[in-house]
């Protein structure tokens, strides 16, 4: 019984110091996360995102991996996307829309897209 208890309550210890540790190191990404989201449309290198925090590029790439569940490049891409998908009902246009997202042309954006989401986005309009 009381091996049973140890072991619930190192489990629990584990599990706490694992949400703070994700918590601390979101803390560390947050600059970054802020300058993605008023630069998603440029296509900066990593490096200056891994300035924000004061860290070395690859091992912000490791700890944004960690932390976020994607790499930068991926996290970018997801903001973009979802711009891109907004834009899209207003335009109706894929070239306009992958331009004002970032994209360098349409057919790059539209692949991406499609290995994304399994779907063109022409086919989002159909779904609102």
Not at 99 to 123: A, H, M, W
Request: one cysteine or more; proline letters at 2%.
């Amino acid at each position: 019984v009381k091996l049973t208890k140890l072991k619930s309550l190192m489990l629990e210890l584990i599990s706490h110091l694992a949400y703070e540790n994700d918590n601390q190191m979101k803390e560390i990404l947050k600059p970054a996360l802020d300058y993605f989201s008023i630069t998603y449309k440029e296509n900066l290198p990593i490096q200056s995102y891994a300035e924000k925090c004061n860290l070395s590029e690859s091992y912000f790439r490791k700890i944004f991996r960690e932390t976020i569940g994607m790499s930068p490049i991926n996290y970018r891409n997801e903001l973009r996307f979802a711009e891109a998908e907004r834009l899209y009902l207003l335009y109706r246009n894929i070239g306009r829309v992958a331009e004002e997202v970032g994209f360098c042309d349409e057919v790059f954006f539209t692949k991406l897209y499609k290995k994304r989401f399994g779907t063109s986005i022409k086919n989002i309009a159909k779904l609102v």
